[in-house]
T-cell receptor
Framework: AQKITQTQPGMFVQEKEAVTLDCTYDTSDPSYGLFWYKQPSSGEMIFLIYQGSYDQQNATEGRYSLNFQKARKSANLVISASQLGDSAMYFCAMREYSSASKIIFGSGTRLSIRP | DVKVTQSSRYLVKRTGEKVFLECVQDMDHENMFWYRQDPGLGLRLIYFSYDVKMKEKGDIPEGYSVSREKKERFSLILESASTNQTSMYLC????????????????FGPGTRLTVT
C-alpha cells in the first residue's frame, strides 16, 4: 500500500532563512509522481512542484526545489529565502502509475515564518 | 482561468439527514476527486472518478457515495449524516495529461466545512 509520511507537524523559521520540509514515501511501484501543495489560512490548495520517479534532476520552481533521494524514498521540499507569505500548511502527495488517477496526501506540516 | 467551485462554503446538518455536496469544474477535466481534511490527518481520499458514470473508492468510502452524471459535475452524498462526518470537504479535478505521461497537478475547490449536529 502506498504511504506518505510527513514527520514535522509544525515548524518555525526566521524570515529569509531556507527551510526544508520532510517527506518520505513508501511504494513498490517503480513508476510514480510526487507533488507538493501549499494551503494558506484561506484554505485553497496551491500546487507548488512535481517530481517524476524517472526524472534525473531535482525539480525546481522559483524558490521551491524538491530534494529527491530515490534510494531513501524521500522527497523533501526546500524553500529558499523564506518570506512571511510562506506561512501555511504544506502537503506532500504521491501518485502511483498502477493506481491510475489516485493521489494520496501526507498529514501536512504547518510552517510559520517569523519576521 | 482554471476554476473548481463547490456549492457551499459552510453547511450545518442534523444527524440522519441526507447531505449533497456539489462540485463543478470548468476545465473539461477527466478526473475528479473528493477528499476530507481533518487536523493531523491531512487529506484523505473518499472517492474519485476518471470518467462520466465511473467511480472508484478511495481510502475512506464508508458512509459516502458519489455521482457523476456529467463530466463537469461530481457530487458527494452522505446518505445519513453522522457527527463523525463533521469535517472540511475538498473537491479537486485534474487532466489525464500533464508534465509527463501520467504526472499532473490537481486543481482544488475552496472547500465545504460541514458540521453535523
Amino acid at each position: 500500500a502506498q504511504k506518505i509520511t510527513q514527520t514535522q507537524p509544525g515548524m518555525f523559521v526566521q524570515e529569509k532563512e531556507a527551510v526544508t520540509l520532510d517527506c518520505t514515501y513508501d511504494t513498490s511501484d517503480p513508476s510514480y509522481g510526487l507533488f507538493w501543495y501549499k494551503q494558506p489560512s484561506s484554505g485553497e490548495m496551491i500546487f507548488l512542484i512535481y517530481q517524476g520517479s524517472y526524472d534525473q534532476q531535482n525539480a525546481t520552481e522559483g524558490r521551491y526545489s524538491l530534494n529527491f533521494q530515490k534510494a531513501r524514498k524521500s522527497a523533501n521540499l526546500v524553500i529558499s529565502a523564506s518570506q512571511l507569505g510562506d506561512s501555511a500548511m504544506y502537503f506532500c502527495a504521491m501518485r502511483e502509475y498502477s493506481s491510475a488517477s489516485k493521489i494520496i496526501f501526507g498529514s501536512g506540516t504547518r510552517l510559520s515564518i517569523r519576521p | 482561468d482554471v476554476k473548481v467551485t463547490q456549492s457551499s462554503r459552510y453547511l450545518v446538518k442534523r444527524t440522519g439527514e441526507k447531505v449533497f455536496l456539489e462540485c463543478v469544474q470548468d476545465m473539461d477535466h477527466e478526473n475528479m476527486f473528493w477528499y476530507r481534511q481533518d487536523p493531523g490527518l491531512g487529506l484523505r481520499l473518499i472517492y474519485f472518478s476518471y470518467d462520466v458514470k465511473m467511480k472508484e473508492k478511495g481510502d475512506i468510502p464508508e458512509g459516502y457515495s458519489v455521482s457523476r452524471e456529467k463530466k463537469e459535475r461530481f457530487s458527494l452524498i452522505l446518505e445519513s449524516a453522522s457527527t463523525n462526518q463533521t469535517s472540511m470537504y475538498l473537491c479537486a479535478s485534474s487532466s489525464q495529461f500533464g508534465p509527463s505521461e501520467w504526472g499532473y497537478e490537481q486543481y482544488f475547490g475552496p472547500g465545504t466545512r460541514l458540521t453535523v449536529t
